[in-house]
């Protein structure tokens, strides 16, 4: 069954950067808890130019549209947390795992006090471990996040059935990719 690699376009924004109130390695400065931290307090424009973006640090923003669909065609496995201009950032209630051998994943720089690489390079084409299934309405995530610093996030990747149902709504901002392998 063909899987398939969801993302945004870049959405010119920041839910991090120069922000005191979110928890940081005390050695390496890399965030400790990201996907924990409060995504409410980042204004959102209320006019975006895309029902699927990414900000520049790897949160993915939807819009009321994108939900709507995700709602119709009985879509599974994300998490709608609510923005100020009616937009949502999403998270997967489901991981995968990415198969790094195979794809040639690079990792730099472990902090040997968080644990966390400052860099991860390397998830397109993605690779899943063998066996690893997603329901052809589903979502889930990888358990790696790729990129530098705040940027680090992790590849968001749908059933096929789920796919179809994206591209048949013409979400502007969405790209979707066929998963190596699947």
Same mark, same amino acid.
């Given at each position: @069954? *063909?899987?398939?690699? @969801? +993302? %945004?376009?870049?959405?010119?924004?920041?839910?991090? /950067?120069?922000?005191?109130?979110?928890?940081?390695?005390?050695?390496?400065?890399?965030?400790?808890? /990201?996907?924990?931290?409060?995504?409410?307090?980042?204004?959102? *424009?209320?006019?975006?130019?895309?029902?699927?973006?990414?900000?520049? !640090?790897?949160?993915?923003?939807?819009?009321?549209?994108?939900? !709507?669909?995700?709602?119709?065609?009985?879509?599974? %496995?994300?998490? &709608?947390?609510?923005?100020?201009?009616?937009? &949502?950032?999403?998270?997967?209630?489901?991981?995968?795992? &990415?198969?790094?051998?195979?794809? =040639?994943?690079?990792?730099?720089?472990?902090?040997? #006090? +968080? %644990?966390?690489?400052?860099?991860?390079?390397?998830?397109?084409?993605?690779?899943?471990?063998?066996?690893?299934?997603?329901?052809?309405?589903?979502?889930?995530?990888?358990?790696?996040?790729?990129?530098?610093? !705040?940027?680090?996030? *992790?590849? &968001?990747?749908?059933?096929?059935? #789920? #796919?179809?149902?994206?591209? =048949?709504?013409?979400?502007? =901002? @969405?790209?979707?990719?066929?998963?190596? %392998?699947?």
């Amino acid at each position: @069954m *063909p899987l398939f690699t @969801m +993302c %945004g376009h870049d959405n010119d924004l920041s839910f991090f /950067k120069d922000r005191n109130d979110v928890k940081r390695c005390s050695s390496c400065g890399l965030l400790v808890a /990201k996907w924990k931290e409060n995504l409410s307090v980042v204004s959102v *424009p209320r006019r975006l130019r895309y029902d699927v973006s990414s900000s520049y !640090d790897g949160v993915v923003v939807v819009s009321q549209r994108f939900r !709507d669909v995700y709602e119709r065609t009985g879509l599974t %496995g994300l998490e &709608f947390t609510p923005l100020t201009g009616g937009y &949502f950032a999403l998270r997967a209630t489901h991981t995968v795992v &990415f198969d790094s051998a195979r794809r =040639g994943t690079r990792f730099v720089k472990k902090c040997d #006090a +968080c %644990g966390q690489y400052e860099s991860v390079a390397g998830a397109a084409p993605a690779f899943l471990v063998d066996g690893e299934a997603i329901g052809e309405l589903a979502f889930a995530r990888t358990d790696l996040e790729f990129g530098s610093g !705040d940027e680090r996030a *992790p590849v &968001f990747v749908c059933g096929a059935r #789920a #796919a179809e149902a994206l591209r =048949g709504a013409k979400l502007k =901002g @969405m790209d979707l990719e066929k998963v190596e %392998g699947t």
